[in-house]
């Protein structure tokens, strides 16, 4: 799941995610024989069915893998060992989904429905002085936090 890690390495989604290059990697790890991807155009599908003859990296999606390698991008691996570390015991991984629901894949519903049923409030961050969480993926995760959960201030019907 999530090969295509969000779909976008920035928020501003300036930085998409090259599928091809996405595809070869995760198939040419002798642990994976499945990928679940999500498509939303035939093109999408075309090109990922593209690269099953020959799942050799070439050299620009080399470059892109190093780039994405490089940069936090939107995608919350999930290692959970931010859920320690917070003060405010935020299910922080869960809000990064909501984040990358948000901006990588523009499923703004998906992400409405996800922090109401976490419970949240907008920017629960607040009233701490300080942030003690250090991701292990680099992500600011109180700026993030304070970012998406503006979205609570929509109201659902509004998104749907
Ligand atoms: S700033 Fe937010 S994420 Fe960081 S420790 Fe405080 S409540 Fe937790
Ligand atoms: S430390 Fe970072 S990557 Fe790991 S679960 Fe928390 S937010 Fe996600």
């Not at 779909?7 to 090259?18: A, H």
């Not at 990697?25 to 003859?53: K, P, R, Y």
């Not at 999930?78 to 901006?103: F, H, W």
Request: charged share 25%; glycine share 4%; proline share 4%.
């Amino acid at each position: 799941m999530k090969t295509m890690a969000g779909g976008f390495l920035d928020r501003e989604r300036q930085k998409p995610v090259n599928a091809t290059a996405a595809v070869k990697w995760a198939l040419q790890n002798t642990h994976i024989h499945t990928i679940i991807s999500g498509f939303t155009t035939f093109d999408q599908l075309d090109e990922s069915l593209s690269v099953m003859n020959d799942l050799e990296l070439n050299e620009n999606e080399k470059k892109d893998i190093i780039l994405a390698q490089s940069l936090p991008g939107l995608y919350c691996t999930g290692c959970e060992n931010c859920l320690s570390q917070c003060k405010k015991n935020l299910p922080v991984p869960d809000i990064m989904r909501a984040y990358m629901y948000t901006y990588g894949y523009r499923e703004l519903e998906k992400a409405h429905e996800l922090l109401t049923a976490l419970d949240l409030t907008k920017n629960p961050c607040k009233e701490c002085n300080s942030c003690s969480v250090v991701c292990a993926k680099g992500f600011n995760v109180e700026e993030k936090i304070k970012d998406v959960t503006r979205l609570l201030d929509v109201p659902a019907d509004f998104i749907t």
